[in-house]
């Protein structure tokens, strides 16, 4: 056994050093390799997450949502393999209000052409769910999660199953009654728990991306200020995601194709022609598409203002992302008004959505920095 030293004992100058701790220090003794392992992991998911939102817009612009009637999680992932069941899956269909009062006399072929890409969506949810649960149960077996981390993978899982519940709590409401599309709130809330799992694991990703102690010390040199403001603008910014879910749920931005007027007027004509009252709000195509246009000139204001506290920042990097957010907000607007100039066309569409997704990632980075900025050197300002 080796002898016991004293603890202030002097070292000898041709004694072997000890073994360095490892780069992120006790804290992440161990576990480094986790967290890229993990950050890597993470960064599939929200590559598939960002992919699964961009399908199910095009889901929703090819009317393509309510072709399959049935929620079959496990069975449903085999398409139909015979005549017999295509003409199965089709007698299904016929029997919506969406083939009735919509799509009377479509062909098989047809048909088919929105089967796919509603099987496609709720694929790739599969998919998801299953790159997830293979990531973590393999990660948990190898004790590669590194401290604190187990219940924050754990709720990212049980967050995209949720998804799955609420997306055929949506497709539901489409199937009975005279309901040619889903209900536009039920949209909404699909979507919005959509971008609510992408920001979790792009905050995961970016906090995976550094040393804990490393970001223990850099919130010494918060900016609170300007985290708060940019927490406002996530929000913001999110709650426009929610309005301009909405506008895609009845087909609002094809309403009106005049800007920056409305009808040849500041406020929309007929906006609460809808009885009761509440319902415009979400049912009105004028109304909706006021209130998605408005907030966005709200929203672009506000980003500005916040811009320009970010401008003051001492964190050349935390500018910088700011700059982007900025530039990304102006784009967004832009292909918003050419949505609605040209009554929104599929390619402008998507590329509006896809924009959404860039921008709100966009806001996570930025207030990332504000919460945790990369230290630097005085020369580097």
Known sequence: MAEKRKLFEEV???AK????????????????????AIRAWLMLLFAMVAVMIVVGGLTRLTDSGLSITEWRPVTGA????????????????????????????????????????EWGHRQLGRVIGLVWAIGFFGFLAAKRIPT??????????????????VGWWMVSSGLTGTMLDVASYRLATHLGLAFVILGFITWYILAL??????????????????????????????????????????????????????????????????????????????????????????????GIVVWLRARKSPNSDSRFRFNTVIAMLLVQVVL??????????????????????????????????????????????
């Open 336 to 381: 918003g008004i050419v949505a609605v100039v040209y009554l929104a066309p599929l390619h402008i569409a998507l590329l509006h959505q896809i924009g959404a997704i860039v921008l709100w990632t966009l806001i996570l980075r930025a207030r990332f920095a504000a919460r945790y900025p990369i230290r630097q050197s005085i020369r580097g300002n």
């Open 209 to 302: 991306s550094r040393e804990e102690r490393d970001l223990m010390q850099a919130r010494r040199d918060a900016e609170p200020k300007l985290f708060s403001m940019s927490t406002g603008l996530l929000h913001f910014s999110f709650l426009q995601i929610l309005l301009g879910a909405l506008v895609a749920g009845i087909d609002a931005g094809r309403s009106f194709n005049d800007w920056p007027l409305m009808g040849g007027q500041l406020f929309p004509p007929y906006a609460f022609d809808i009885d009761p009252s509440w319902r415009n709000f979400f049912e009105n195509p004028g109304l909706v598409q006021f209130m998605h246009r408005v907030a966005g000139y709200v929203l672009l204001v506000f």
């Open 148 to 165: 604190g981390w187990t219940g924050r993978l754990l709720g990212l899982g049980a967050l995209g199953g949720l998804q799955g519940a």
């Open 12 to 14: 000898s100058a041709d």
């Open 17 to 36: 050093p000890a073994a360095s701790a490892p780069a992120g220090g006790m804290i992440d003794a161990g576990k480094s390799r986790g967290r890229r």
């Open 78 to 117: 085999l398409p139909p393999m015979s005549a017999e069941a295509w003409d199965s899956e089709f007698a299904k269909y016929r029997e919506i209000p969406e083939y009735q009062l919509q799509n009377k006399g479509m062909t098989l072929d047809e048909f088919k052409f929105i089967y796919w890409w």
